[in-house]
């Protein structure tokens, strides 16, 4: 069997169940796509930082920040004393020198402080590939397993998401609700279709299609224009909403365009996620091995047309493929499935 036919996800499944382990419930965060300088980088993450207090304020939550920290490339290590003042000291002078990642922290009153289930997050990383190109989360782990929470906290997101859409060098964005970390920059259909150029192709490509995705300039003109975007949507029941025509990343002026599911965040049920695949399909990375490939827990990610997904016996400790080179000797596991 080639690994781009196998059917890892139930493998994986059904392994953890055998230790005990039961699925997860999903989480919302905020992904946001930027292309331009660090100084844009840093005001973004003051945006989306005073907008998340607002958002959980919202939603009768208060939150105090605890700390910053960063990941300082000329040292190689993680900067934890790094204050909020010199954070905005380096904002205003026009960037993030020598940073690849930086994380906000807030502490949610009525949780364990300290912990990672009291936390709110604003996180930036920028791409190893393309020093322009950064890309920016929020996540709240106290607005996990509580599907009326999330519907509201879903609500507050997406306009979350709408300001978003107000900062120059913005490209992308996606409220996500599904069994991913906001830690990581790839987003849910990238882990099924490796798109490792996908962050910084942002201001083109779609990174999936989720309850609530903004698009900008090229989007909407690969899309067929505004009309036609507005038309197709209003077919398949989704909601546009056209926010701006600031500039892009790319000093293109256009608009920006807030598509979105009209229906609670847990009523996304499969078929409005395909429909809302169905729209944005045209924008859509797609990649010949369709889900084979994945291993991990179940995402909302429909299954492509052609896609093997074969069964991996639950006996294999590691699977070996036979497109994945000569096998490890030794053992330590491994086995070719068949």
Known sequence: MLRSEADLETWFVRRKAARGAGLPEPG??????????????????????????????????SAVRSRLVRWAEDRDEWDPVWTDESYRRFAAEGGLPETLALFQYWDVDGYPQGRKEAQARVALRRSRTDPQVWTCAVNASALHGDAE????????FARLLARAAEEPGVVYGALVYDRTSAFHTWLPYEKHHPCPEAEVMAFEVARGYYWANLLTERHVHYLGGPAALADRAAELGITVDFLTDRPNGGGERGPRVLVRDPAPLTGFDDARLAAMRDLLDPVLQHRGEGLGGYCGWPLRVLKEPGTSFREVPTDIEIPWFEDDGRMPEGGNGYRLVP
């Open 28 to 61: 919302l965060y905020l992904s946001v796509s930027l292309r331009g300088t660090s100084g844009a980088a840093a005001q973004l993450v003051l945006a989306l930082g005073r907008g998340l207090e607002d958002g959980l304020a919202e939603l009768g939550l």
């Open 149 to 156: 929470r999330a519907d509201r906290a879903g609500e507050v």
